[in-house]
């Protein structure tokens, strides 16, 4: 046995990027045991060994509790491992997929981030007429009708659960969405739906419409922008344009970046007709 070509321990935990300390407590459960002992109670390893020891190390880092992958292993078929493979397979492609949307969520933030510290940049708060050439998707709540500061815990839960249903990992910069006749009315605090913008259309339940906004940023905490509007409005009006539509008010800075709520940096979006 000694001339045969086995693997010490060290040897084939390095091969197979798994730790010597839990080859020997595989063994010890009687998951996977070497090929050979000696009398010195050392263990060696076949290289026939490394394609069942892969797979078992695909299991735990896919969540199998190591029972379940005692009783999938012992006495493998074709059928049994094909069986096996294709449940784990199902397994992987979920994970990706919730890989990409958490690599979504944070290409987002980035975005935000970059439009926020730019925002700092400049100085300070500033208002324009931006041009949107195409509709931005949005994951948006069902319609509620709250003031921006007295939103229910119950509505927050709500709408969080809508995400995770959708498959939406948490970690998104929520925004409000006020009425188009709230921002022309002296209802500007209250919020008709809970929203935030996701890098593609995959969850989308709405869209933000191409077109013509004006933008206004401004620090401050979650739903104290009474103020803005009022200086918005009087910028729409003094460039000759008209409120057309929804407005969307949008957290680029938050609790995510700086510990400071008075810091925090929002960006309202209101749509607008200009005249050409």
């Known amino acids: 046995m000694k001339n045969l070509n086995f ?3 060290s040897e084939f935990s390095g091969i197979c990027g798994i730790s010597r300390k839990a080859l020997i407590f595989y063994d010890r459960i009687g998951l996977f045991s070497p090929a050979w002992t000696d009398e010195n109670g050392y263990r060696y390893y076949s290289h026939r060994q490394i394609s069942l020891i892969t797979v078992i190390n695909t299991l735990t880092e896919l969540g199998m ?3 379940e992958i005692r009783e999938n292993i012992g006495g493998l078929t074709p059928w049994k491992c094909r069986d096996l493979l294709e449940r784990q397979r199902g397994i992987l492609r979920h994970k990706l997929e919730h890989l990409k949307a958490l690599q979504d969520m944070v290409g987002m933030r980035l975005e935000q981030l970059e439009r926020g510290i730019a925002g700092i940049n400049a100085g300070g708060p500033e208002m324009r007429i931006i041009e949107q050439p195409d509709a931005q998707p949005l994951f948006r709540s069902e319609p509620i009708r709250y003031p921006k500061t007295d939103i229910p815990d119950k509505v927050m839960v709500d709408f969080y659960n809508q995400c995770e ?7 998104y910069s929520v925004g409000y969405l006020v009425r188009h006749d709230d921002v022309t009315g002296r209802n500007r605090n209250i919020a008709s739906r809970i929203w935030f913008r996701l890098r593609n259309a995959k969850h989308a339940n ?4 191409p077109g013509k906004y004006a933008v206004a940023y401004a620090s401050g905490d979650y739903g104290r922008t009474d103020y803005i509007y009022s200086s918005l409005l009087r910028f729409i009006e003094k460039n000759g344009c008209s409120v057309t539509g929804d407005s969307y008010e949008e957290y680029l800075l938050d609790e995510m970046t700086t510990a400071d709520p008075e810091k925090y940096l929002l960006q309202i979006a209101v749509r607008v007709g200009c005249p050409e």
Do not use: D, K, T, Y
């Open 7 to 9: 693997f010490s321990i």
């Open 65 to 67: 509790p190591l029972r």
């Open 206 to 209: 709405a869209f933000m419409p």
């Open 165 to 171: 249903q959708c498959g939406i990992p948490f970690g």
